[in-house]
Every structure is written in structure tokens, then in C-alpha cells.
């Protein structure tokens, strides 16, 4: 077994703090938290090939040897591409809610209506408030 | 043999030839239709007397391999069983295609469709009588049920009742499909075959007994289900919303025997069974008694006619019931195809005259009809001979029928002791009498007396040819029933070895009446009793009975039908559904708590061995440097969260990309390393635009994140258990899959690079997966950018606003050309990259993505519109071809006889071509087509061209019905509600 202490800390901090960020109600936190999330789930699998302290890349030449393993870097490598390719599926899907709906938070996308939470209604003035707050709490 | 095989397939065929037909050729579909069922009938008896050894005295099978390998053949069975049936199926088939023709009358909308349609269903019931292998009759089974939903709702846009019976009708019968399914598997696992021929030559093993029981009962529920058995015999009454063909093919002659078919033909795998008797003769007799009981008080003339269907299949099936081979049977079959037979002939024609009642007269409620006998004398006498058949007078096949029965039962009682040897005698009586009060009321109150009104008003004759079938059938019944020898002949001829009785004894109509026996007396006495049940219910008057409610099983059908999107709709909302916001924390959390419980059963001890081994004080340069990294790490994304102005978040994302790219070279990953820095070059752009996009569209995009306390928790979990995941997760030195590809990259792949071997060459089937995954993200981007509101006329075009360049193209020449100076750069290196790719750090994914970027990089310098021309095509094109070449370069194995994806390689003097490098290029241009239509409608939003503003507004945008409020609402955080949920 091999210390890669300094990897799982790197992964516990981008995972959390992707988590904590895709929660959010606001379109944009998510898709940042999203890249996050990638990028720590993209370091989880590279580091199933062990320390990175011993190896040399896993171009083969000859007398080269020790080369680390390439399997994790191929799956890691489309992972990468993909990522990018829903990243982007995602944010025309919240374009489009705002060109539809003129929303850009979660709650707003529930409720045309007033959002309850006054902080995280984005000065979207979209309907009429009057019986927002109380319509969506019965 | 191939005579069978093509007798069977013959319609299928036909099947898919007729819809083809256009014009005034569709309305002749039915001629086309017509020689199918001849043909495939004379192919039948052409194999059954032209070979030797297809004779019906040994039953011999007909075996096509398939798919050997499930233990599922094209296997078909010749014996009296499958040869009566199938004969059965073409015969009336014949007569139903003839009768549709005149039914139809040449003016039917969608001939084609229909006669496509009987066709498909006659291939199935031919498959499934024949089959020999009962995965294959299974197969057959369901595609009749299919045809017969097609069949049943073929006038679903003309009435609703019938695409409610069609409904219906699939459900339950595909219902019991499903158990018929799973009882052929379990005698599959008991016998180890599925081939009929295979199963009977077995013996059961011991201990199996319980199994075989199950296998019983799973069965018996398909075939009851099909029959129309109790509790399934509501859907049949309802299918009969079907065109009169139809119901006469359907619902009288052939598919609802199915049932009785198989439990004919799993009579010798069964019948030893105790419970044989018992359920086969408690449900089909009791069906039999409330479907008589029904008939008579309908007032519907398909109604009386289906409930009276629904009577002789459970008479049917009691009476396989009475013949186990078991203790207290009557062991082997006798005259069961008397019975069938008999019903085919008189309730097929019966269905037929309804159907020319119907399109005579309008109406089908025996309330409002009379005196048709007078208007129609052909189609009197054919209702007649059929109604007499079917109450069992003398000279009518339904004689002999009632007669054998009769003599059955009475057989039956003196074979056991108990209540249950009585029951058939006794419901057989009852049932008998109910059907002569009802062939009687059919008769009398339709066809004697004058025409009523309602007759009046609507007359119109039928022609001639439609009611020559019913005719033909009621003669049939008649002359059967006179020359009885001849039916008992045919009895005889289709007898199964070991299955009926050896001879059978020829009877005589003659010497029935003749001879006094308690057969004949129980005869007479059910005459006279109906015949004196209907004088009293008529004075009573029939309107005052009808069938109470509660009786009718369609009704909670339907309750239970109507339920379930309600139910489901209930649960939804129970789960949570309306608030999307809860998915994604309700997911984490079950997914965190789960990892959690996973953590807490990891051995102690291996979290000792890991703590010592473990060295916090990393040796070697590039270990202090990674410590460095996350210390970098640590500090962008505590910005990232703090920071409240978008900008500074995106400077903080864009450090960790880049630290996750260096990560990457210090894990020895140079291609990784590339590919981060250029997708995470290509997110930040992404996001940049949106931003712009929310910015042209008056949007504040900073502060107000909502409560964020227990989203911290959450995070705080998440991220232990991921970091928890990289120590747990890494394999020993041996245990690597990897090394494999080092050791043979060279040699078996020719190329240096193992990653891109592993990519195109080794694993070139996943990423090819991989590539299609993006073409669907692409197709989804597509989907939303073509979606067009419904309500489009409500945004009025006159009214758009001036288009607002934010972010408008430099117009700078120095700029321009170092722009297009480093479009062509970046295109050298792009393809340098994908060259060499197979032995050094590249390949396709980094090209395209080199090559994409260039693109991207031109669509801000020079205008989007600059940007796309350089491409000739369409992003999903593009990609879609990129797939497309991807799997060519696979094909290329399979036509020199290799393995599908085998590469081949090759130098062309110093240089390396191979089948790796067309697949790269499928990836190459994935990728470039990915980039393309996803990231560019944007870029040009962004840019707020005034044609791309008008076609948005126009496609998508509702924002002028609501303009957007600029002023900025980062409100004080205290104004915060308080609130538990995760809202």
C-alpha cells in the first residue's frame, strides 16, 4: 500500500465542496460544482493505479521499464471528454430554462411565482406576487 | 419438411406484403389476402401425406436449428392434435377472409391494414398449434395476442369501446402470458428441454413433484387466461367491440381455444397430477355454468353469443378436466374433437349472422329486434341450423356433442366418491338447459314475429356472398350431425397415440335416438325444461332481467386500470415529485450514507496496516510538490465558496482545473494532462458564455445561495467518504489488468503509447460506447435547441427588443489576424497530435479537442458565423459521422473473416497506417462535432447578433411577455428565511 494521503485529501476537498455547490439552487453553482465533481471522480479512478511516486508513463520503449498502469488513464481519459460533453448538455439545458422561463435558480423553476426565499430570488420579476409566499406553503 | 415451415411463415409474409398494396389495390386487399390460408392449408396436408414418415399414427417432428445454444429451434410437431388445429385455423381462416370480403364490401377504410393484420394472426395460431418447442409456442402465443389487440382494436378511432376491449383483452391475456412463461422455464429446469417430444420421453426426476406442480398451475393460468377461464372471462365479452370477422375468427374458432389447445396438448405431461382434475373441472365447469348464466340474460345479441363462448370453453376445459390418467379419471381422451369442432362450425356461423344483423338492421338488442327471418331468409336458416347445433337437437353436430358429454359425466360420477365426480353432471345439466332458453330466445325474439320499427327504419338487405360462410357452417353442422360416422371418422383420424383411446367406436345419430339410454332421457329433459324456463321468463318479460353489477369483472378491470396512473401519480408525490430540488440530496445521501456503512465494515486491522504504512513526509521532490498542489487546491476552492462575484469564482475554477492537469503529470499521465487543460479551457469558455448570456439578459448572477448549513453537512460527508474511497480503492502492484496492455501494447497493438492503444486498439469497443455516449449528449443539445413553444404566437416578433451586443466581435485587425494565424497553428498542431498519438502523448480525443478550441477561438475573434463556415456541416453531422466511422473501421475485421473491431496495421515506408488510425479519426471528429453544436448556439446568444436574437425569441423565448428587472438584488444575508427543507 502506498501513501497517496495528499490525493484523497485533494479529492475529499473538490468532492465536498462539488457537493456543496450542486446543492445550491443557483443554476451557475451547479454547473461549477459539477466541474468539481468531475474532476474529483476523474482523480479517484487515476489514483486506482497507485502511487505516483514509482513508474514512468506508460509509453513503452525500449529499456524503459516500470511504466504505470494505462488502463485507469484510458477510462480517465474519455471520462474527461464526456464530463465535458454533459457540462455542456447541462448548461444549454439552464439556457434554455432562461430563454424559456426567464429562471435561473431551482426554485424559481418550481414556482413561477415569488420564490419563498427572498435571498434566493434573483430579481427575476417574472409573475405577479401577490399569494406567492402562501401558495406554496399550503 | 420445408413444406410446414413455409405453410407457417407464409402469412407472415403475406403479413408485410399487403399493407403495401396502395389505392384501389387496398381495397381488394381481402383477394390478395384470400389464397394465403388455402395455400398454407394444402402445404399442411401436403407434408402430412406426401412424406413418409410424417403420418399422424407417429408423431414425428420437423427441427430447424436456431438458437441451439437457449434451447430454442424452429421445431414443429405433426401429429392429430397439431394437424386438427392447424386445419381448424386455415379452414375457417379461408372462410373469414372470404366473409370480410363481402362484410367489408370493398368500401372499408385501411383494407390493407386489416387483412395484413389477419394474416399475421393466422401465422401466429399456425406457429403455436405447431410447435414443438414450447419457448417457440410461447413466442407464437403472444404474437396472436398481439394481432388479436390489433385485430380487436382495428375501428379504435370510430368507437371507444373498442380500443378499451383491445385494451383489455392484451392486458389479461399477456398477463397469463407471462405466468405461461414462467411454467414452461420451470419444465425446462425439471425435464431440461423445452422440446415437447424430449419432455415426454423424460421421466420426472424424484422430488421434483412440487416444481411439476408449479409448472401445472403456471400454465393452467396462460391457458385460462387465453380461454377466457374464471376469473379471467370478462375480457372476452369486451373484445367483441371488434369488427364481426374478426370476433367469428377470434373469439369463436380459433384464438380463445388456444387455452384449450395447450391444455390439450400438455395432457400427457400433467394429467398424472393429483390437482389435474380438480381445478381443470371446478373452473371450467364453474365457467361454463356463469357463462350460460350470463348469456341468457344479455340482451345483446355478441354479448349472448361471447358468454355462451366463454360456457363452451369451460366446458372444454372440464373436460380435459374428467380425463386424467391419474386415479379417479376417465384416462384417455375420447371425442374431444367432436366438441371442438362442433363449436367452431355452429359459433362461427353464429357470429357471422350477427355480424349481417348488425350491418342490416343497426342494431345487435334482442329487445329491439324481430321478425328478420321474413327479411333475410339465408341468413334465417343459418342462424337456425347454429342455434340449433348449439342447443343440442338432433341431427346437428351439437347433438352428438351434448350426447358424449352427457355420457361422460355419467361415467365420471361412478369413477370416485365425492361431491366433485357429481359436479360435472350436475353443472352440465344446468348449463344445458340455460343454452336451449337462449338459442330459443335468440330465435324467437330476432327472427319470428314481424319487424319491428327500429328493423324497419334501417333495412338495408345484405348481399348474397356474406351470407354464404354462415350458410356453408350451419350446413356443415347439419350434415356432421347426420353423418355422424363421418364425424367420429374424423375423430379417429386425428387421434394421438397414447394420448386417446385406441379405437373409437362409430356412432350413429340413429342409434342415439333409437336405443333408450340416460343420456337421451337427460336430453329430453333439458328440452322440455328450457324449452319451459323461456315460456315463463317470457311472460315475465326479458327487459326486467339484466346481469347485476358486482358480476362483472370488467368493471374492476377497468376501476384498476383507470387507478394506476392515478396511484402512480400519488406515489410520485409522495417520493417527493414537484420538488426536483430534492433528488439530487436525497441520491447523496443515500449514496454517502451507503459508503458510510461500507467504511464501517472494513476490518480494523486494515486501517492499522494502512496507518503504518502510511508516510505523510513524502521522499521525493514531486511528492512535496503535490503537497504544494493541494495546499493550492485548498485555497481556490475556500475562495471559490467564499467569493460572492462570479468572476472570482471562475479565476479560482480555473486554478483547480489546473492543478487537477498537474496531478495529472505527476500520476505519469501525459495525455491526461493535455485533455484536462484543454476541456477545462473549453468548460470555463462554456460557462463564461452563459454568464455573458444571463448578463445580455439583465440577470444578477451573484449572491443569494439559500440556506447553506445543512448543504455543508452533506458536502463535508460526501467528501470523507470520497477521500476515503482513494485509500481503499487502490489495487497492490500484481493485481493490475494494465499490464497486460504494457507488456503487449508494442507487439500486438504496434503502438508506443499504451493509453492509446487501450483507447482504439485493446478497448476500442468501450470507447467507441464512449463516442456514441457523446453523440447522444449532442442529439439531447439538439433537442433542446429545436424545441419550440407551443404558444409561439403569444411572442409577438414586432415587438423584439434591440439586440444588445455585450460581448460584440473586435473589430481590430491586428487581432483578426493573429487570431486566424493561430486558427491555422492550433490546426498543425491538432493534427501533429493525432499522428502521434499512437506512440506518444495525443491521439484523437486531445486533437479534436485542439481542433474545436481553434474553432471556439474564431467564433470570438471573427464572429461565430466566420467560425462555422470554416466547418462544411453540422455539429451533429459531424459527430454522427464520426460514429459512423468509427464502427467502419470495426467492420473491417469482420469482412476478412476476423473479429468484429480486429485493427490491422501496417508502415507505409516509415510511416504507420492502420485500421487504429480510422478510428481515432471517428473519435477526432466526435469530438469537433461535440464541441460544435453544443458550445456555439450559445456563443452566438451571447454575441446577441439581431438575426440569431430574432430566432431565439422567436424558437424559445418568452422573456419579452416578462421583462426582466435589472436592478441587482444582492440583499443583505439576514433577510434570509429560515426554512428546514431542502428547498
Same mark, same amino acid.
Given at each position: 500500500l502506498s501513501s497517496q494521503l495528499d490525493t484523497a485529501l485533494l479529492v475529499a476537498l473538490l468532492f465536498g465542496a462539488g457537493v456543496y455547490l450542486v446543492l445550491s439552487r443557483r443554476f451557475l453553482c451547479v454547473l461549477i460544482g459539477f466541474v468539481l465533481l468531475s474532476n474529483a471522480a476523474n482523480l479517484i479512478i487515476l489514483s486506482s493505479s497507485g502511487d505516483p511516486s514509482v513508474g514512468m508513463p506508460p509509453v513503452i520503449r525500449e529499456g524503459v521499464a516500470g511504466a504505470v498502469d494505462p488502463l485507469p488513464q484510458a477510462l480517465v481519459l474519455t471520462a474527461i471528454v464526456i464530463g465535458f460533453g454533459v457540462l455542456a448538455y447541462i448548461t444549454l439545458l439552464f439556457y434554455r430554462m432562461y430563454a424559456d422561463r426567464g429562471v435561473v435558480t431551482a426554485s424559481q423553476a418550481l !414556482?413561477?411565482?415569488?420564490? !419563498?426565499d427572498p435571498s434566493a430570488a434573483l430579481v427575476c420579476r417574472p409573475v405577479p406576487r401577490s399569494g406567492g409566499k402562501e401558495g406554496r406553503h399550503a | 419438411m420445408f413444406g410446414l415451415i413455409i405453410a407457417i411463415f407464409l402469412p407472415f409474409v403475406a403479413a408485410f406484403l399487403i399493407p403495401l398494396l396502395r389505392g384501389k389495390w387496398e381495397e381488394r386487399a381481402g383477394w390478395f389476402a384470400l389464397p394465403v390460408p388455402f395455400a398454407s392449408l394444402a402445404l399442411i396436408w401436403h407434408t402430412v401425406g406426401a412424406h413418409e414418415g410424417y403420418n399422424l399414427e407417429a408423431p414425428s417432428v420437423v427441427r430447424v436449428a436456431w438458437m441451439t445454444e437457449f434451447g430454442l429451434d424452429l421445431s414443429f410437431r405433426i401429429d392429430g392434435l397439431s394437424i386438427f388445429f392447424a386445419s381448424v385455423v386455415a379452414g375457417v381462416g379461408a372462410l373469414i377472409v372470404l366473409y370480410g370480403l363481402g362484410y367489408f364490401g370493398g368500401h372499408g377504410k385501411r383494407m390493407g391494414r386489416f387483412f395484413a393484420y389477419l394474416c399475421l394472426f393466422m401465422g401466429a395460431m399456425l406457429g403455436t398449434v405447431l410447435s414443438n418447442n414450447l419457448l417457440l409456442l410461447f413466442i407464437f402465443w403472444e404474437l396472436t395476442g398481439l394481432a388479436s389487440f390489433l385485430l380487436i382494436g382495428f375501428q379504435h378511432d370510430e368507437k371507444a369501446e373498442s380500443s378499451r376491449g383491445a385494451r383489455m383483452a392484451l392486458v389479461t391475456t399477456a398477463a397469463g402470458g407471462i405466468a405461461l412463461l414462467a411454467g414452461v422455464v420451470l419444465l425446462r429446469h425439471i425435464y431440461g428441454s423445452f422440446e415437447l417430444d424430449e419432455i415426454l420421453r423424460a421421466t420426472t426426476a424424484p422430488g421434483s413433484e412440487g416444481l411439476l406442480l408449479g409448472a401445472f398451475l403456471l400454465c393452467m393460468l396462460g391457458c385460462f387466461s387465453k380461454s377466457a377461464i374464471f376469473p379471467f372471462h370478462y375480457w372476452l365479452p369486451n373484445a367483441m367491440a371488434a369488427p364481426t370477422p374478426v370476433s367469428a375468427y377470434l373469439h369463436s374458432a380459433t384464438m380463445v381455444k388456444l387455452g384449450v389447445f395447450l391444455v390439450a396438448r400438455l395432457v400427457p405431461v400433467f394429467s398424472e397430477l393429483e390437482a389435474w382434475m380438480p381445478v381443470l373441472t371446478v373452473f371450467g365447469f364453474g365457467t361454463m355454468l356463469l357463462g350460460t348464466g350470463f348469456a341468457v340474460f344479455s340482451h345483446d345479441l355478441k354479448g349472448v353469443l361471447a358468454y355462451s363462448t366463454v360456457a363452451q370453453l369451460g366446458l372444454l376445459i372440464g373436460f380435459y378436466g374428467m380425463h386424467s390418467i391419474g386415479e379417479g379419471g376417465l384416462g384417455r381422451l375420447e371425442w374431444d374433437y367432436i366438441h371442438i369442432l362442433n363449436h367452431s362450425l355452429y359459433k362461427a356461423g353464429l357470429f357471422m349472422v350477427v355480424g349481417i344483423i348488425d350491418h342490416s338492421t343497426g342494431t345487435r338488442d334482442l329487445r329491439k329486434l324481430g321478425g328478420l327471418f321474413r327479411l333475410m331468409p339465408l341468413t334465417g336458416i343459418a342462424a337456425f341450423l347454429g342455434l340449433a347445433s348449439m342447443a343440442g337437437l338432433p341431427f346437428t353436430s351439437g347433438f352428438l356433442s351434448k350426447e358424449l358429454l352427457l355420457k361422460s359425466a355419467l361415467y365420471f360420477t361412478e369413477s370416485g366418491t365425492g361431491a366433485l365426480f357429481f359436479w360435472p353432471i350436475v353443472a352440465l345439466v344446468l348449463a344445458s338447459v340455460l343454452k336451449v332458453v337462449f338459442s330459443i330466445g335468440i330465435f324467437h325474439r330476432a327472427f319470428l314475429g314481424r319487424p319491428t320499427h327500429a328493423v324497419e327504419e334501417h333495412w338495408h338487405a345484405p348481399s348474397v356472398w356474406v351470407q354464404l360462410p354462415p350458410l356453408f357452417l350451419g350446413l356443415s353442422a347439419l350434415a356432421l350431425g347426420i353423418a355422424s360416422g363421418t364425424f367420429s371418422q374424423i375423430n379417429a383420424f386425428f387421434a394421438v397415440p397414447k394420448q386417446h383411446v385406441a379405437d373409437f367406436a362409430t356412432l350413429s345419430v340413429i342409434g342415439m335416438l333409437t336405443h333408450i339410454s340416460a343420456p337421451l332421457l337427460f336430453s329430453i329433459g333439458i328440452v322440455i325444461a328450457g324449452a319451459v324456463i323461456y315460456v315463463v321468463c317470457t311472460r315475465i318479460g326479458w327487459e326486467r332481467f339484466g346481469i347485476s353489477k358486482p358480476l362483472l369483472f370488467e368493471n374492476y378491470f377497468n376501476s384498476g386500470i383507470d387507478g394506476l396512473p392515478y396511484a402512480g401519480k400519488k406515489l410520485t408525490y409522495l417520493i417527493g415529485a414537484g420538488k426536483p430540488s430534492w433528488y439530487i440530496p436525497i441520491t447523496l445521501i443515500v449514496l454517502v450514507s451507503f459508503m458510510a456503512l461500507l467504511l464501517l465494515r472494513v476490518d480494523r486491522e486494515f486501517f492499522a496496516a494502512l496507518s503504518l504504512s502510511m508516510d505523510p513526509l513524502p521522499a521525493a521532490r514531486a511528492g512535496w510538490m503535490r503537497w504544494v498542489l493541494v495546499a493550492v487546491a485548498f485555497v481556490a476552492v475556500g475562495t471559490l465558496l467564499r467569493t460572492s462575484t462570479i468572476l472570482g469564482q471562475l479565476l479560482a475554477l480555473s486554478i483547480v482545473g489546473i492543478v487537477v492537469a498537474v496531478y495529472f503529470v505527476l500520476y505519469h499521465a501525459p495525455d491526461l494532462a493535455l485533455t484536462q487543460i484543454l476541456v477545462e479551457s473549453a468548460s470555463l469558455l462554456l460557462i463564461v458564455l452563459i454568464v455573458f448570456r444571463l448578463r445580455r439578459g439583465g440577470v444578477s448572477i451573484e449572491g443569494g445561495k439559500g440556506p447553506w448549513q445543512w448543504r455543508a453537512v452533506v458536502g463535508v460527508l460526501a467528501g470523507v467518504v470520497a477521500g476515503f474511497m482513494v485509500i481503499l480503492f487502490q489495487s497492490g502492484p500484481d493485481a493490475k489488468i494494465g499490464a497486460y496492455f504494457v507488456k503487449h501494447t508494442n507487439e500486438l497493438a504496434w503502438g508506443a503509447n499504451a493509453v492509446n492503444t487501450v483507447l482504439v486498439d485493446f478497448r476500442g469497443f468501450d470507447t467507441l460506447l464512449e463516442i456514441v455516449v457523446l453523440l447522444i449528449a449532442t442529439l439531447g443539445g439538439l433537442g433542446l435547441l429545436m424545441r419550440r413553444r407551443a404558444d409561439q404566437s403569444a411572442t409577438g416578433l414586432h415587438q423584439r427588443r434591440r439586440a444588445e451586443d455585450l460581448f460584440p466581435v473586435p473589430n481590430n485587425f491586428v487581432l483578426r489576424s493573429a487570431g486566424m494565424v493561430l486558427f491555422i497553428v492550433l490546426n498543425v498542431l491538432s493534427v501533429y497530435f493525432f499522428f502521434r498519438g499512437h506512440n506518444n502523448p495525443g491521439g484523437g480525443f486531445i486533437a479534436g479537442l485542439v481542433c474545436g478550441l481553434s474553432l471556439l477561438l474564431v467564433g470570438f475573434i471573427r464572429g461565430v458565423d466566420r467560425s462555422r463556415a470554416l466547418v462544411p456541416m453540422n455539429g451533429v453531422v459531424l459527430a454522427a459521422i464520426g460514429v459512423g466511422i468509427a464502427i467502419l473501421s470495426g467492420l473491417l475485421g469482420p469482412l476478412a473473416g476476423l473479429p468484429w473491431m480486429y485493427q490491422f496495421h501496417t508502415y507505409l515506408g516509415p510511416i504507420y497506417v492502420g485500421t487504429p488510425l480510422l478510428f481515432d479519426l471517428g473519435v477526432f471528429l466526435t469530438v469537433v462535432g461535440v464541441v460544435l453544436k453544443l458550445v456555439f448556439p450559445l456563443m452566438k446568444s451571447v454575441h446577441g447578433l439581431p438575426a440569431f436574437v430574432a430566432e431565439e425569441e422567436h424558437r424559445y423565448s418568452s422573456i419579452e411577455d416578462e421583462p426582466i428587472d435589472i436592478s441587482h438584488g444582492n440583499r443583505p444575508s439576514g433577510s434570509r428565511h429560515k426554512e428546514g427543507g431542502f428547498h
Open positions: !414556482d413561477t411565482g415569488v420564490s !419563498d | -
